[in-house]
């Protein structure tokens, strides 16, 4: 897993998991982060750093599957589990999400405090 | 491997199809027992020589043909001469003389280059085998020499006639047989007009009846190859030196720039003949491929057996086991007793296969046949004793494959004869690939059999026929064996693994395109994540999905079953991402004509939403660019105006020059056409971007030729209709499909090719490069003389997706299909609930 970003160990709910469209993602700003949350056909929730690496696009509006989101500009791919691109040295950070009793739950979230690049 | 341990010195003459073969043959069984040299005239190691036809039509490259690279001797411990022809062998002295020859020295002239001093080489032998091939025939033509002539086949001869046929407009082949056609259709791809001329009154004489040779010269002509039959040419005319025209002798001459002559073959037999062995029209062999010298053997084209001579690779396969047996003394007794031949042209748009007679003269023999004109088919079949000794099949040729192995095996045939052409063809089924025996020859072309096929699949993870293809050449000459291969990979490697970057339609369904859509129709699938679950194991791939939406959209219509997540973030939100995450607008302005009412709007809508850059495009057209997500569906509800589909794969623009209407030369209603097209195919979706446009007259205003599709008023109120033009990253004129005289005619043949192509192209192929490989010729068979018998059934497609258009932007602006889809971020407070938390 690349961890780039600075994290704190506090919980916080993004409300109902439907507000994602199924097979889609959806951005949440939580502080001063963009976090894309993604919601695979096959079930499982995923969420990544919402900007891409390479010109910024935002990957929530990006075609996924099981396991990638293709970003939609010039179609790079992460890895939902590890955040890794397809380009040598492009990667994205990977947070912890989980739904419990419906609602999207982030379970470590961006430091508040700190400001990322 | 080292030389030290080998025993007999064995010199091969001729590098080409039969020489290499044999020698791997005679390496497979023993390695050890000869020190090999060879001589090739040629200057290459060895290729294939029936794939020219390919090189020459553009779909493969010179080193896409090579069988064995010049390391391939290396690490088999031969000696290659290449480049080096051999003059004499000295049966006394026991030694093969070779020379070098020069770049410009043609490698089978009959004549060799005086000596003057060339460096030759000596070889001292214990056995030799000739494998010199034969040379093309040259018919007596006077003034045949010289710039613009050339023969067909070396892969220098193909160089040639490519680099020549850049400066040419006109072309004609002197030969309608086999190679004639194919280096017909392989000039046609260098975009010069082709004439073939045959002597005979048919084309193909020697593996058609007349009939047959009839349909296959309508065939080829649809193609747009100009064919004359009976023509005897006499003379080749030339102007400073260039060719101008070819003299007949009967008959209008033909203007023509250059010529290539494909007469027949001739085996070349000189050194043959020079060394004092028995010659004929071939060189003389035994049923153990033995000339009149013990020592000395021969095989291929050059060879005269039993009073035959071929010119197919057939037999060659045959007699290089036969004489590798001998040789190796791994089955001294082996005999060759005669080859049964079968053909198949390797012309893209024309199947045809022909086996044996084409005739009967024998009042014992059945002749049945088959015919149906609107699909161009003619079968034939001759039958004596029960059994066939010959067949044509033109236009359908699925049970080609069966219908040879009955005729080389001399099967019996079932009394129900028409089992022969319609009965299911047996070879599908699993376990009758794993009974084949493993010396079975699986591809005739390249002479591969089944076991080879099956050490690929099991030790290389050959997984796709195209991978047989590139390990083996299994299926890559013309290609009828290629549902056997897919058999025995699934057979031997359990299924057919996805290989992305080959022929599937998309990576993630392991189909072509049209057994996906075979399989989308049988299996009544609607959505994207039904095929995934029906034809991919349930695995998602994300690069297929906007492929797949597209096509089930075109196959289905309205019954399509949408997911917004299977569509590209624009197809989502019918509107066009930027650079700066906002988006544009570009409202239909149908062929390029608006109305004070529409600028009206569109200013207005353009202060309100303070949209940074309103810019007339490209395409005719107004954009809006810089709009928010969260605004898109006000945006359109206050233009009113239909959606221009500026960010998807669909029908665009029709461009049009003010025509009859202002202009002083316009001979056509270039506006009002354009506004038809548009109103009628605007927004139909298709494998790439659909550019139109309509010109008035051939001044070409509007930029029509190098349109998707461009319709050209000519004079004589007809309309010309192009397609497969393009002037974006690639630049090409389109192809001139057909010229009509009505509005009504310009909108059939239109949606007729939109049809064809959103059917046939791949994904993401635009018409430049489908129109290219499919061939013009081939779509006017197709789309204007009906040959496949499909026009009715294209129209009443495009129809059904005409009626089931509507509109995006109007259906969602009330109402999105999928509201999330126009939201912005949500922001989650965070910073209060750390002082909580904390
Ligand atoms: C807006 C416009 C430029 C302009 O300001 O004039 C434009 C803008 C874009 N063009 Fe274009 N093209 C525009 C006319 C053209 C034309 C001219 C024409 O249509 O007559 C061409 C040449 C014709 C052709 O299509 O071949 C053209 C050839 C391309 C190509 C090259 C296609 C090719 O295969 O050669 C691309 C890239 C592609 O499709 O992969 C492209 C792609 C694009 C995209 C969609 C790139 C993208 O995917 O984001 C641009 C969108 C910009 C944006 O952010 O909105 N655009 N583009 C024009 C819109 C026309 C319209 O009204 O719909
Ligand atoms: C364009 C084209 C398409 C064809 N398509 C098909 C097809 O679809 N199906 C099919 O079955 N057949 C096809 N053929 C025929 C097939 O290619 C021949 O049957 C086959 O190549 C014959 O093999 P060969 O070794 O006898 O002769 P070649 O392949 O001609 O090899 C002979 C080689 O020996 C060299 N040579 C000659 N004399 C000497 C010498 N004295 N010293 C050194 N080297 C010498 C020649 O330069 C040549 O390289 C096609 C042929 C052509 C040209
Ligand atoms: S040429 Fe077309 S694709 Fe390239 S920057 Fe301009 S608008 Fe964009
Ligand atoms: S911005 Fe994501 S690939 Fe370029």
């Known amino acids: 897993m690349v961890e780039k970003n600075k994290l704190v160990n506090r919980s916080v709910n993004l409300g109902s998991v439907e507000k994602i469209p199924l097979g889609q993602g959806f951005c949440f700003v939580v502080g001063k982060e963009e976090i894309a949350v993604f919601r695979p056909r096959s079930g499982g929730l995923f969420a990544l750093q919402n900007r891409c690496p390479h010109r910024n696009a935002p990957l929530c509006e990006g075609i996924i599957d099981n396991h990638h989101v293709i970003c939609p500009y010039h179609a790079r791919k992460f890895e939902f589990r590890t955040g890794v691109g397809s380009e040598k040295g492009e990667s994205v950070q990977v947070y912890d999400v989980c739904v419990e009793n419906g609602d999207i739950v982030l379970s470590k979230c961006p430091d508040a405090n700190h400001v990322s690049t | 491997m080292s030389k030290m341990n080998r025993g007999k010195r064995l010199v091969v003459i001729g590098n080409g199809m039969a020489g290499a073969r044999v020698v791997e043959e005679i390496l497979k069984r023993d390695a050890k027992k000869f020190e090999i040299t060879m001589f090739g005239a040629e200057p290459y190691g060895n290729y294939n020589r029936i794939l020219l036809s390919n090189v020459l039509n553009g779909t493969e490259t010179p080193t896409d043909i090579f069988i064995n690279p010049l390391s391939w001797y290396e690490e088999n411990g031969i000696t290659l001469h290449a480049g080096v022809k051999a003059i004499e062998i000295d049966r006394e002295k026991k030694v093969v003389v070779g020379r070098s020859l020069n770049k410009n020295d043609s490698p089978y002239a009959a004549e060799n280059p005086p000596l003057n001093g060339a460096a030759t080489v000596e070889v001292p032998y214990d056995s030799v085998i000739i494998a010199t091939g034969s040379r093309p025939f040259v018919p007596p033509v006077e003034g045949y020499g010289g710039p613009g002539a050339f023969l067909f086949r070396t892969l220098d001869d193909c160089a040639q006639i490519e680099e020549y046929a850049k400066g040419c407009k006109k072309a004609a082949v002197i030969g309608g047989g086999l190679l004639g056609l194919e280096a017909a259709r392989g000039l046609m791809t260098h975009h010069v007009h082709v004439t073939v001329l045959e002597a005979a009154p048919q084309l193909m004489p020697a593996q058609l009846d007349a009939k047959g040779g009839r349909l296959l010269r309508s065939a080829i002509e649809a193609m747009g190859i100009a064919v004359f039959c009976g023509k005897i040419t006499t003379r080749?005319?030339?102007?400073?030196?260039?060719?101008?025209?070819?003299?007949?002798?009967?008959?209008?001459?033909?203007?023509?720039?250059?010529?290539?002559?494909?007469?027949?073959?001739?085996?070349?037999?000189?050194?043959?003949?020079?060394?004092?062995?028995?010659?004929?029209?071939?060189?003389?062999?035994?049923?153990?491929?033995?000339?009149?010298?013990?020592?000395?053997?021969?095989?291929?084209?050059?060879?005269?057996?039993?009073?035959?001579?071929?010119?197919?690779?057939?037999?060659?396969?045959?007699?290089?086991?036969?004489?590798?047996?001998?040789?190796?003394?791994?089955?001294?007794?082996?005999?060759?007793?005669?080859?049964?031949?079968?053909?198949?042209?390797?012309?893209?748009?024309?199947?045809?296969?022909?086996?044996?007679?084409?005739?009967?003269?024998?009042?014992?023999?059945?002749?049945?046949?088959?015919?149906?004109?609107?699909?161009?088919?003619?079968?034939?079949?001759?039958?004596?004793?029960?059994?066939?000794?010959?067949?044509?099949?033109?236009?359908?040729?699925?049970?080609?494959?069966?219908?040879?192995?009955?005729?080389?095996?001399?099967?019996?045939?079932?009394?129900?004869?028409?089992?022969?052409?319609?009965?299911?063809?047996?070879?599908?089924?699993?376990?009758?690939?794993?009974?084949?025996?493993?010396?079975?020859?699986?591809?005739?072309?390249?002479?591969?059999?089944?076991?080879?096929?099956?050490?690929?699949?099991?030790?290389?993870?050959?997984?796709?026929?195209?991978?047989?293809?590139?390990?083996?050449?299994?299926?890559?000459?013309?290609?009828?064996?290629?549902?056997?291969?897919?058999?025995?990979?699934?057979?031997?490697?359990?299924?057919?693994?996805?290989?992305?970057?080959?022929?599937?339609?998309?990576?993630?369904?392991?189909?072509?395109?049209?057994?996906?859509?075979?399989?989308?129709?049988?299996?009544?699938?609607?959505?994207?994540?039904?095929?995934?679950?029906?034809?991919?194991?349930?695995?998602?791939?994300?690069?297929?999905?906007?492929?797949?939406?597209?096509?089930?959209?075109?196959?289905?219509?309205?019954?399509?079953?949408?997911?917004?997540?299977?569509?590209?973030?624009?197809?989502?939100?019918?509107?066009?991402?930027?650079?700066?995450?906002?988006?544009?607008?570009?409202?239909?302005?149908?062929?390029?004509?608006?109305?004070?009412?529409?600028?009206?709007?569109?200013?207005?809508?353009?202060?309100?939403?303070?949209?940074?850059?309103?810019?007339?495009?490209?395409?005719?057209?107004?954009?809006?660019?810089?709009?928010?997500?969260?605004?898109?569906?006000?945006?359109?509800?206050?233009?009113?105006?239909?959606?221009?589909?500026?960010?998807?794969?669909?029908?665009?623009?029709?461009?049009?020059?003010?025509?009859?209407?202002?202009?002083?030369?316009?001979?056509?209603?270039?506006?009002?056409?354009?506004?038809?097209?548009?109103?009628?195919?605007?927004?139909?979706?298709?494998?790439?971007?659909?550019?139109?446009?309509?010109?008035?007259?051939?001044?070409?205003?509007?930029?029509?030729?190098?349109?998707?599709?461009?319709?050209?008023?000519?004079?004589?109120?007809?309309?010309?209709?192009?397609?497969?033009?393009?002037?974006?990253?690639?630049?090409?004129?389109?192809?001139?499909?057909?010229t009509v005289d009505t509005h009504e005619e310009v909108l059939k043949y239109v949606g007729r090719f939109i049809q064809y192509y959103r059917e046939h192209a791949k994904y993401m192929e635009r018409t430049y490069g489908f129109a290219e490989r499919i061939g013009i010729g081939q779509l006017k068979a197709v789309l204007i003389e009906d040959e496949l018998g499909i026009c009715n059934r294209l129209d009443t497609s495009i129809e059904a997706s005409v009626q089931s258009y509507k509109d995006p932007w109007r259906e969602e602006a009330d109402l999105p299909a999928d509201p999330a889809q126009f939201k912005g971020p949500e922001w989650i407070p965070v910073l209060k609930e750390a002082v909580h938390h904390g």
């Not at chain 2, 005669?338 to 084409?358: E, F, H, I, R, Y």
């Not at chain 2, 205003?701 to 309309?719: F, L, M, P, Q, R």
């Open chain 2, 236 to 738: 080749i005319e030339r102007e400073n030196g260039l060719i101008q025209r070819l003299i007949f002798k009967e008959g209008e001459p033909l203007e023509t720039d250059m010529v290539v002559v494909s007469a027949g073959i001739r085996p070349v037999t000189e050194i043959a003949k020079a060394s004092g062995l028995t010659v004929e029209r071939g060189i003389v062999c035994n049923d153990q491929m033995r000339t009149n010298d013990p020592e000395i053997f021969a095989l291929g084209e050059c060879v005269e057996h039993r009073g035959q001579i071929y010119g197919l690779v057939g037999p060659i396969w045959e007699q290089a086991e036969v004489l590798a047996d001998v040789m190796t003394e791994a089955d001294p007794k082996a005999k060759y007793t005669g080859s049964k031949l079968g053909t198949k042209l390797k012309v893209m748009g024309v199947d045809l296969v022909s086996m044996g007679q084409t005739e009967s003269f024998d009042p014992a023999g059945e002749v049945v046949t088959y015919r149906e004109p609107k699909r161009g088919i003619y079968q034939k079949l001759l039958i004596r004793n029960d059994k066939l000794i010959g067949a044509i099949l033109l236009g359908d040729v699925q049970v080609g494959d069966t219908l040879m192995q009955t005729f080389k095996e001399e099967r019996k045939v079932s009394d129900n004869r028409s089992e022969l052409l319609f009965g299911v063809p047996e070879v599908s089924s699993l376990t009758d690939v794993l009974e084949m025996p493993d010396s079975l020859q699986i591809c005739n072309c390249n002479g591969v059999s089944k076991g080879e096929i099956r050490d690929r699949i099991r030790t290389e993870n050959c997984t796709s026929v195209a991978q047989i293809g590139k390990c083996t050449k299994a299926g890559t000459g013309c290609g009828s064996c290629k549902m056997v291969i897919a058999q025995l990979i699934r057979a031997y490697a359990g299924e057919i693994v996805s290989n992305p970057s080959e022929h599937y339609y998309v990576p993630g369904v392991p189909l072509e395109k049209s057994e996906l859509i075979a399989a989308i129709q049988e299996k009544g699938l609607k959505s994207v994540s039904a095929i995934f679950r029906k034809l991919a194991g349930g695995k998602e791939h994300a690069e297929s999905k906007a492929g797949l939406a597209s096509l089930l959209k075109s196959i289905w219509n309205e019954e399509y079953e949408d997911e917004r997540d299977a569509r590209f973030i624009n197809d989502r939100v019918h509107a066009n991402i930027q650079r700066n995450r906002t988006f544009s607008v570009v409202p239909r302005i149908y062929g390029g004509v608006t109305s004070a009412e529409e600028l009206i709007r569109i200013g207005t809508v353009a202060k309100k939403y303070k949209v940074p850059m309103v810019k007339i495009t490209g395409g005719q057209r107004i954009d809006l660019l810089g709009i928010q997500k969260e605004d898109l569906p006000k945006v359109w509800k206050e233009l009113g105006i239909p959606s221009g589909h500026a960010y998807t794969k669909a029908v665009r623009t029709v461009k049009s020059c003010v025509g009859t209407d202002f202009c002083r030369y316009g001979l056509g209603d270039s506006i009002r056409l354009a506004q038809e097209i548009e109103r009628r195919y605007q927004g139909i979706e298709s494998p790439h971007k659909i550019k139109m446009a309509t010109a008035g007259c051939p001044r070409n205003c509007s930029e029509a030729y190098v349109k998707d599709v461009g319709v050209v008023a000519i004079e004589g109120g007809k309309w010309e209709i192009y397609v497969g033009g393009a002037a974006g990253g690639t630049v090409r004129k389109g192809d001139l499909l057909c």
